[in-house]
């Protein structure tokens, strides 16, 4: 079962669909474990990696949640404006939702997030303990590290340093610079047939410096005791592979860390056996659905 919902977030309508565990009965009163998750850049709740991961939790027996952040899809906000601070707060909105259902237990919510989602995830359950646990696909810890090695090279660099000087004189103007999705994020051809229908294309200029000082890295640490999982491929071609192993350096335990062969960046939208049995037997271990301690198991 897939029921629509809407919640709020600093004054805004947010748009969600929230998946019922399968199989549970209907006359079941306990409650159950919830698993937030979290689209990537500029996407909405309809890009294939979140529906799939969203469906195998709710198989996995949990409810799920997924959600156009505020400027997405079909959430109120001002168009393409994803500004990390802005998608923790919507996390937390989620989260406060959530824990008003009656079929949910309220201290049994993890998140997860992909990508860009993923850098929100981990800034957003090491900075409210409410959050039991966290999932990172492909996440980054450090915008400027990753922008540095997403743009390569003394010409690659070159050209984003001269969009940061641009975007940052017209800002001083008063102006606004969009910049398109690719200059920002690039992305092998081969790999864009994942980004949803309805995605934002051209983002303005805040999102740029949103990101290139957005820092998990800080506050990854603080997530501990409550289990954090770090999935990443070993050879990823969007968000560098190196960012899920220096967050995993600055997180406290338990942690665990999963570089995985033979996937790219949607590694849930890619059928690998290898990264479902990763997921449930993590989950199994620290985030069992049918625990009814009330607290993530360690």
């Known amino acids: 079962m897939e029921e629509a919902l809407r919640f709020d977030s600093a004054g805004l309508s947010l748009a969600g669909i929230l998946h019922h565990p399968e199989g549970r009965p ?16 500029g996407g909405n709740k309809g890009t294939n990696v979140i529906v799939e991961t ?28 994803v500004i990390c601070m802005e998608q923790v707060a919507d996390a937390r909105s989620a989260l406060d939702c959530l824990r008003q259902h009656p079929a949910i237990d309220p201290e049994r919510i993890a998140v997860m997030g992909h990508s860009f989602g993923a850098a929100v995830a981990l800034y ?14 492909g996440g980054w810890g450090d915008g400027e590290a990753k922008f540095r090695r997403q743009h390569a090279g003394a010409e690659a660099w070159g050209r984003f340093s001269a969009m940061l000087d641009k975007g940052r004189q017209m800002k001083a103007r008063g102006e606004t610079l969009m910049v398109p999705r690719f200059d920002i994020v690039p992305m092998p051809e081969h790999l864009r047939r994942n980004i949803a229908p309805g995605s934002i294309m051209s983002f303005p200029f805040d999102v740029v410096e949103s990101m290139f000082g ?47 062969s033979g996937v790219d960046h949607y590694m849930f939208a890619e059928g690998n056996t290898q990264v479902f049995d ?3 037997g993590w989950l199994a271990r620290h985030f069992p659905c049918g625990a009814q301690s009330g607290k993530a198991a360690s």
């Open 124 to 137: 957003s359950a090491g900075t409210d303990e409410r959050f039991a646990a966290c999932i990172s696909s």
């Open 26 to 41: 209907a006359t079941d009163a306990s409650r159950c474990a919830a698993i937030i998750v979290l689209q990537g850049f």
């Open 214 to 260: 957005f820092r998990a890295n800080d506050v990854v640490g603080r997530i501990a005791p409550r289990p954090l999982l770090l999935m990443h491929s070993a050879s990823d071609s969007v968000t560098p592979t190196e960012q899920s192993i220096e967050l995993f350096r600055h997180a406290g335990q338990p942690a665990d860390l999963y570089l995985l």
């Open 278 to 280: 990763v997921l449930e």
């Open 54 to 81: 969203a469906r195998l939790f709710a198989r996995m027996g949990y409810y799920a949640l997924r959600f156009d952040m505020r400027g997405c899809g079909e959430s109120e906000g001002e168009r393409g404006r």
